[in-house]
């Protein structure tokens, strides 16, 4: 018998998509990985491509979807599934499903998710509660944007909260958007959309909901506490399942959160859905058309038992994803967050590994590593896990242990790695 043969066309680089792999080879299934270079996976400051995940490697152009279908198509054993868990090759993914004619996810939904404006459009047409916003092609434009002070200004289309900046007067947002506007294509070398969002700052607490969606119905598997550092960066270092929310705010949160899903055409796929709870009530930040990073897949399974990782391969492969439970107890990850520079030392990854109810502590970059000034999503030196007998039990021991590694760096002037 032949075996299930399944694609990833890319992945993330924090975890999530070496999960779903893994999970397809412990199946016993074909995996091959589809990429255009594979040391674009071994770079400091983030979780490495574990080689033994995957039966092959596939060189191609992956943001052409008609070269991909063409090369998979070619294969021996022709996919029967393609998945993707990066950011940046959600839509090429999805393109390319529909012309290999494997389930997959709409186009003209990932497009609304990757193009945030196109997103906040139909999620106002809709009544999703979101924040003011509007859509500047030039640093004058974006000064002169209603939305009042403090605003965020960010790219349309990146991912890891690059470019996202808290700005406090015209001044700082024209300066901003200019920079972004000269900021012309991403990490991966794709062009990006030539325009920036101006948004309301919505004061609250932010959180995530994790979804499953198949056969146009959201299962919401999990939600999420985050920690961010300060403005006027948006950082995240830190991710604990189950978020601690009474029943009513529980309640509102899935509602927003399908509602947005809902407002965009999310019919397949998994999400991770980003909101900010404020004094009105849960607001949508954005919706992204994959799983949630940062190993927050693996904090559902340890806090819940479910496998969102096995569930997106199965809606993919047209079987039953099972139905969420709830939380049983607390998990948590805490990130040795990079100060930028080259780093010296990392020491005390064995002293957090013994704490009170750490289950992993590790790192990402060897003493020598030279990280960007301005670090972001993808920068960071390691991180702690923690399971504990509730969420904010595991936070305040991943945290504790994250504290305990002692990081040495020395500032390298101009380092610009983007």
């Known amino acids: 018998m032949t075996s299930v043969h399944v694609a990833f066309l890319e992945t993330n680089r924090t975890g999530s998509g070496y999960e779903v792999m893994r999970v397809a080879k412990e199946r016993g299934y074909q995996v091959t990985l589809v990429a255009k270079d594979l040391d674009f996976y071994r770079q400091p400051g983030q979780q490495q491509i574990p080689m033994d995940v995957f039966d092959q490697v596939v060189n191609c ?17 022709r996919p029967d599934a393609l998945l993707s868990a990066s950011e940046f090759h959600m839509f090429a993914t999805a393109r390319t499903g529909r012309l290999l004619k494997v389930r997959g996810q709409d186009p003209e939904a990932v497009r609304a998710c990757r193009d945030k404006s196109r997103g906040r459009q139909l999620s106002a047409a809709a009544g999703v509660p979101i924040p003011r916003f509007v859509l500047a092609a030039t640093p004058e434009e974006a000064a002169a944007a209603d939305v009042g002070f403090p605003c965020v200004v960010k790219p349309l289309d990146d991912s890891g909260s690059y470019g996202v900046k808290l700005c406090a007067n015209a001044q700082e947002v024209a300066d901003h958007a200019k920079a972004l506007l000269a900021w012309t294509h991403n990490e991966v070398g794709q062009p990006k959309l030539p325009s920036v969002l101006v948004e309301e700052y919505m004061h609250g607490r932010e959180i995530s909901v994790e979804v499953i969606v198949a056969d146009s119905r959201a299962r919401v598997v999990a939600m999420t ?20 929310l009474d029943p009513q705010a529980e309640a509102a949160c899935r509602e927003v959160a399908v509602q947005a899903l809902e407002a965009i055409g999310y019919d397949f796929g998994a999400a991770h859905v980003e ?21 927050i897949t693996r904090l559902v399974k340890m806090a819940t038992g479910y496998d969102m990782h096995a569930a997106l391969l199965d809606i993919h492969l047209g079987a039953d994803p099972g139905e969420p439970p709830a939380p049983e107890r607390g998990a ?22 013994s704490m009170p109810y750490v289950t992993e502590a590790d790192k990402f970059v060897e003493p020598g590593a030279v990280l960007p000034e301005e670090a972001a999503g993808y920068d960071r030196l390691g991180y702690t896990i923690a399971v504990a007998p509730d969420g904010p039990s595991a936070a305040a021991a991943a945290k504790d242990a994250a504290d305990a590694i002692k990081v040495g760096f020395e500032p390298v002037p101009g380092t610009d790695l983007r």
């Open 61 to 77: 152009d992956t943001d052409d979807p008609e070269a991909v279908a063409a090369t998979l198509s070619g294969l021996e054993h």
């Open 225 to 244: 506490d985050k920690v961010l550092l300060d403005p006027p960066v948006f950082y995240e270092i830190g991710h604990t399942v189950p978020a601690s």
């Open 275 to 295: 909101l900010m709870i404020t004094d009105d009530g849960p607001r949508l930040v954005e919706v992204n058309c994959r799983l949630a990073g940062d190993q």
């Open 332 to 353: 948590a990850i805490v990130f040795v967050a990079s100060p930028g520079g080259r780093i010296l030392s990392l020491d005390g990854v064995e002293d957090a590994r």
